[in-house]
């Protein structure tokens, strides 16, 4: 039909040619009187005779063409008619189903009654105009289809190869009943005050401030539409639908906020842990996924909202002020007593940190041996020297000997091989997975213990026996330090002196020499008891020194300072030089050392595949939340990611992770920026 088109064009282009050119020649002629043509008798009458006979020549030539155009119309009709049948287009009809048959140059041929029910002629026109979209189904030439919107109306579009036909399914009533089921889906949330049991008591201060909080809660969620139950003096249960839990995420869970500028004033600010699970038809799932994200929010310090979706990640709101240093000793010694009955109803357990380890991860693996000796269990740390940061390596060689190095520590392999059902396997200054000394060891153990002080992620060791997760605290090695203490052991549990000065040198590491914003009266206290039992401060200290070499590469690194923001800086080192993760962590900390300076990032390659960022902050920038964003995690002041990884894909070298460092600086530094408290806490 195209072909002939386009033939019919051509002959009606010549033909008016030709008339133009008889009645130029007339006109001239009759103009100019040439071969005086106006003597000639009845000439008038001749040329009026040949117009006539011109017009009547025109208007058959159209009428064959219509003619030919109807053939034509009727012939591809009764084509498509015999290639999808009469009856089944009446069906078509009735169900709202559109056809578009198109010739190999994708012009349409026919279309069925619907596109022309709602104004659209698309006859002899090219499809790929209209919908340009559809060009995927040509380039794929499969079962797929693909989402069109006409008119306000949802098409669903597929490509039948043989008859080159396009089908539109109207599904515009289906995603609205989709809709419709999503938006009213059932959500499921847990509301928790924090620091409840440290402020509640019975003075008419406490009391005000804690019915403040209430008032705020209740008015919150009243809005959204949420149905709210106390069920504890702490504890909310809330029930609403998706479209309720949507809006308040869009809001980003203000009521932190509201709660924390009401608290700002006071010496112990209540704030707010909330927990929410949707997408799953089981309530009771549902509601073990509210219990598992109110426990994640409160691992990683409370004042935040964790939203759980079934099968896919967590999303983390708010969570910019740091965590409130609990004093007690009350779950000190639940959390040690739980360890010390999974240490005794095991074969044997294997100690572990984080690949890389540094003096708070090696500091926490020995400590962890102790109340293994204490309970008179054989115990191993998992143990890789290249794995291991150069400071920690020597330390540890240092001050053991080879044999009793030998005695102490499995290589990750061995570990593996020897890892038995009833065996114990204890993770230190880490909690996620793929970040752990010897990932193989988590699969093959059955019981598994973490104890660590960074924020709790997305990520997470999946059900352990016993999570310690503490992010007021400043070190892996505090928590240790407070567990060996506080035990309620009978004798008490014992540490070596050496074993002291390499964990009192892992809480000089872990706090900057108690410089740290995460340093507080625990830190302290973990140091006066390290020291009772041995440690040699000046040993401590002297185990973290830099070498020369060192020294020189991290003053070569300072020397690329660069501000992206106003009191923000970061270094990078040359592509080429491996550097220890913690000569990053130096160097940041000599950044933020710096006036004006309120967070530092340094960059560097800290294996010939891996590269490093190392993020710290005064407590008015959440450097964790950035490190988020990055794949990483950390604390509000302390931080850390490495490149690659899943949530940032296609970074190898320092320059890649300054562009997504610069990206994310501009995207998000904003939303990081923490309010500091007239009472000096963050909140």
Known sequence: MNASLKKFRTITFILALVELVIFGLVGFFWIYNWFDIRSVTHIVEYIFLGLTVILILDIGFFWAVLLFLKKGRQT??????????SD???????????????????????SNNLFKDIGLDLVDTDIFQSFPELKELLKTRSDKAIRSVIKERNYEVRYLNEPRLFVFKDVTEYDNVVNYSKEQAIALGVIMIDNFNDVASDTDEAADAVMKVRAIVRE?????????TQVKQDRY??????????????????????VRADQDKEDTPLTLSIGFAHDFPDVGKLYEMTEGAIDTALARGGDQAVVSQYGKELRFFGGKSAAIENTSKVKVRSMVGGLAKLIKDSSSVF???????????????LGVKAICDWCEKPAKIVYAPKRTEKKARLAFQSAFSKDVLDQMTLTPEQAASQIKETSLVVVVDVSVPRNVMAPKLLDLARKVVVIDHHRRGDSFIDRPSLSYVEPSASSACELITEMIRYASANPRIELKASYATIMLSGIFMDSHFFKSKSVGMRTFEAAEILKEYGADNALADEYLKDEYEEFALTNKILATMKTPAYGVMYCLSEDRDIVERSALAKVANQLLSLKDVHASFVIGRTADKQVNISARSDGTISVMLLMEKLGGGGHLSMAATAFPNKEVPNVSTVEDAEKKLLECLNDYLDASKVTVSNGGNNA
Not at 220 to 228: I, S
Not at 244 to 256: C, P, T
Not at 351 to 365: E, K, Q, R, Y
């Open 76 to 85: 591809n009709d009764a084509e498509v008619a015999t290639l999808i049948g």
């Open 88 to 110: 089944i287009q009446q069906a078509y009809n009735f169900n709202q189903i559109g056809l578009l048959a198109i010739d190999n140059n994708n012009i349409i041929l026919w």
């Open 220 to 228: 919150y969620f009243r809005q959204y539409k949420v149905l709210l």
């Open 237 to 258: 249960f809330a029930v609403c639908n998706f479209n309720a839990l949507d809006r308040m995420e869009k809001d980003g869970f203000s009521v932190l906020e509201k």
């Open 351 to 365: 100690i572990m940190g984080h690949t890389d380890m540094d003096m708070d991860a090696l500091g926490s693996c």
